[in-house]
């Protein structure tokens, strides 16, 4: 009978808290002492700048802010990426909408952070935000299917009639463009449902990376035109020439996802060691 | 007649409102359009209601808490119907787009959500050193599927080593997608059979509690 | 910039909070179950304030625009509550009954479009022959994975799955290995965005703050403290059983 654990066994069962640590020491140092690692474009980001570079002046984008604050670090920053890029072609009419309880105050966080007044946009002519509609896909059917019935009001709760940016728009077809940011199923998903399967609005889709992968189906049968997940925004702030808090986990998720796959390959060295050793033992 | 009332009528309304919304769809019958939308309305305002759940199922357990003084667990208890209350007040009276409800909500719910959602992280790290383990030709894929895409979704080593970028580009497309899209599709027929059972009466999961009459008479 | 008051004390806060909540990685603690109660009850206080606002601004606006239907929908809305009383709850099956049927109405009827047939026709119309063989071979593979993967999940009787049929379950389990390891890949990018989030604000926000490198020694000693199981703590000392 052996009276400890072997090299092998305790290199398996390194404590959680080691492991917290490491990982910890890896967060913070990159953003102590910023790297400046390179981040390459995906045809995917690129072919939502095309996208909406090619929209023409005056075209209406129906914006879906669905995503909860859990989400934020992520979409925050792709959101923001997103609007500097709107405001700075000019000519757009972005429309807002949340399909998440959360949606109209981070909404907010991003426009503070964006700043269209600084590009000389103004809310209710340049952009808007229609408000929380609670339902989710019956809100993105209701809106799609008469805008001004379901709401008469922006989300402080002022007429729509009073905004210039809200002539002609009456309901999905007064759009050119969707553009969803969510961290629920429901929303990415209901929007094709909704929206680019009854309407055939051009769809870009931004979710958290966990949820790329069901909703590749999508992109592949053309429902989406793009799908991004939150954490390229970086991809999207140098596109759009906007440096932001995407840019700056650059370095973080380099150095962190070496340090995973270091963990697995030391994870599965270590099993594999105990196992021969135990057999060796045994043999 | 109870039974009629309190069963079939209910089933009765998912049909007629399922059909109608339907037939709006794919029929486009004259007179349909307008009472759809003001359906749909009424599905907005009654998901509003719905919003309130979450508080009154709390309310109900932690005043049982606090009345049976459950060790450990009552003062908590009070705790959250103090913050259901506080965040209702501030929101109601104050409006929820306006600058204290605002104030409040960048305070507690925003920075406890990010971090909940964020604390998983440390759980998958150590469940990458401990759990995911090559056993056999199916976790070995997995394994080494997951290295190529962690490796190119890291940044800088994406561009160091370039092949790692159409490697990903492959499995992204091709294994990935067309698993995701044979789940897709299953989950489809599964929830359009579920759809029909559940209009047709034989799925009654959503009238929730039985009554003493259906437990006695069966479903 | 200097900032007010008020945003002082809402980054100190917000740094608490997540501070007490990351606890939860190394041990249960008063801290981290102080955190999770607020956040649930400041969760369901949030669901209240945007349900009465929605209540008011898609129904009790319109009401008073002369939309006199609308009290039979607010008089839906509140008997959805009656699943909480003992006798009555069935009355709450009539509401509940319409939002069910309108979704399903909505999903259903997009669901066989979109999910079904454009599915399926985007999988019939991936070229195996006439492209180069690469392109061939992958098309291919996609088809099969696809094909077998439906299989899996619509037969699910032991016999269809039993001798030489098993080859068709055995790819459709590697296709999605190979998928999940791909999820698996993207959750890891996601979570730790998420944490970077995070620490970001921890060490750009709260940090430049007077009197928070102070503090951040304090509460991970405090939160150490915490950590120390009730029967080895020196204080509070555990409620003596009678």
């Known amino acids: ?283 | ?219 | 910039m200097a900032l007010d008051l008020g945003s002082v004390i809402q980054i100190w806060l917000a740094a608490l909070f997540t501070i007490w909540i990351y606890s939860i990685a190394f041990r249960d603690n008063v801290f981290f179950k102080f955190a999770e109660h607020t956040f649930v009850g400041v969760a369901a206080g949030h669901g209240i304030v945007y349900g009465v606002d929605n209540v008011l601004r898609y129904g009790w606006v319109p009401f008073l625009k002369g939309g006199v239907f609308y009290v039979v929908v607010f008089l839906l809305g509140f008997l959805l509550y009656s699943r909480y009383h003992k006798k009555y709850f069935w009355v709450s099956r009539f509401p509940l009954a319409i939002m069910v049927g309108i979704g399903l109405g909505l999903s259903m009827r997009a669901t066989v479009t979109a999910e079904f047939i454009a599915q399926i026709q985007s999988t019939a119309t991936m070229k195996v022959l006439g492209v180069d063989a690469w392109t061939g071979f992958s098309n291919l593979l996609f088809i099969i994975i696809v094909l077998t993967v439906v299989y899996f999940f619509i037969f699910t009787f032991p016999s269809m799955h039993a001798g030489k049929l098993g080859i068709i379950s055995r790819i459709a389990r590697y296709g999605m290995m190979a998928a999940f390891g791909y999820s698996f890949a993207n959750t890891v990018l996601s979570r730790f965005n998420m944490i970077f989030g995070r620490l970001d604000f921890l060490m750009s926000s709260w940090l430049p703050l007077p009197g928070a490198m102070v503090a951040l020694p304090i509460v991970l000693i405090l939160l150490a403290y915490a950590m120390i199981p009730t029967q080895k703590r020196p204080w509070p000392k555990p409620a003596q059983s009678k």
């Open chain 1, 1 to 283: 009978m052996s009276k400890g654990k072997g090299f092998w066994a305790r290199l398996e069962d390194v404590p959680r808290e080691v492991l917290y640590a490491i990982l910890l020491i890896v967060f913070i140092i990159p953003m102590l002492n910023p790297m400046g690692f390179p981040v390459p474009i995906s045809d995917a980001a690129r072919k939502w700048y095309a996208t909406i570079d090619a929209l023409p002046a005056g075209s209406a984008i129906m914006i879906d802010f669905g995503y909860s604050g859990g989400g934020e670090p992520e979409l925050g920053p792709m959101a923001a990426a997103v609007y500097h890029h709107i405001f700075k072609k000019g000519g757009l009419k972005p429309i807002t909408m949340s399909t998440s309880v959360d949606g109209t105050l981070l909404w907010d966080k991003v426009i503070a952070e964006v700043n269209p007044e600084k590009y000389g946009r103004k809310y209710g002519v340049d952009y808007i935000h229609i408000g929380f509609i609670s339902g989710t896909e019956i809100a993105m059917a209701a809106v799609g299917s008469d805008l001004r019935k379901t709401t008469s009001t922006d989300y402080h709760g002022a007429s729509l009639d009073q905004f210039p940016i809200m002539q002609g728009i009456k309901d999905a077809s007064s759009f050119k463009l969707l553009i969803c940011y969510t961290t629920g199923g429901d929303q990415s998903e209901g929007w094709v449902r909704q929206w680019y399967t009854p309407y055939k609005i051009p769809y870009l889709c931004s979710v958290i990376a966990m949820m790329v992968p069901t909703m590749l189906p999508y992109q592949k049968a053309g429902q989406i035109v793009s799908l991004l997940a939150g954490a390229q925004s970086g991809e999207m702030e140098l596109l759009v020439g906007m440096p932001g808090r995407g840019i700056k986990s650059a370095d973080v998720i380099t150095l962190t996802h070496l340090l995973v796959f270091a963990f697995v390959v030391l994870g599965n060295i270590a099993y594999y060691g105990r196992k021969a050793s135990e057999r060796a033992r045994g043999g």
């Open chain 2, 1 to 219: 007649m109870s039974l009629f009332v309190r069963r079939q009528i209910p089933i009765a309304l998912v049909f007629v409102a399922a059909v109608l919304v339907m037939a709006d769809y794919f029929l486009k019958i004259p007179g349909t359009g307008p009472a759809v939308v003001d359906l749909q309305n009424w599905g907005i305002i009654l998901s509003a209601f719905a919003l309130g759940f979450g508080a009154v199922n709390l309310f109900y357990l932690h005043t049982r808490h606090i009345s049976r003084r459950t060790a450990g667990q009552w003062p908590f208890s009070i705790w959250i119907l103090v913050m259901i209350v506080v965040t209702a007040v501030i929101g109601v009276a104050m409006g929820p787009t306006g600058p204290h409800y605002s104030w409040w909500y960048n305070a507690t719910y925003f920075a406890l959500s990010a971090t909940v959602y964020s604390s998983l992280g440390f759980y998958m790290t150590t469940g990458c050193y401990r759990a995911l383990r090559a056993r056999n030709v199916e976790a070995a894929l997995l394994l080494v599927v997951g290295a190529i895409a962690l490796l190119r979704n890291a940044p800088a080593i994406a561009v160091g080593v370039p092949i790692i970028i159409p490697m990903e580009a492959w499995l992204s497309a091709i294994p990935t997608t067309s698993a995701q899209r044979g789940i897709m599709i299953g989950a489809a027929l599964g929830a359009i059979a579920l759809g029909v059972r559940t209009m047709i009466g034989r799925e009654t999961g959503f009238l929730g509690r039985l009554t003493e009459a259906e437990r006695r008479g069966g479903t």
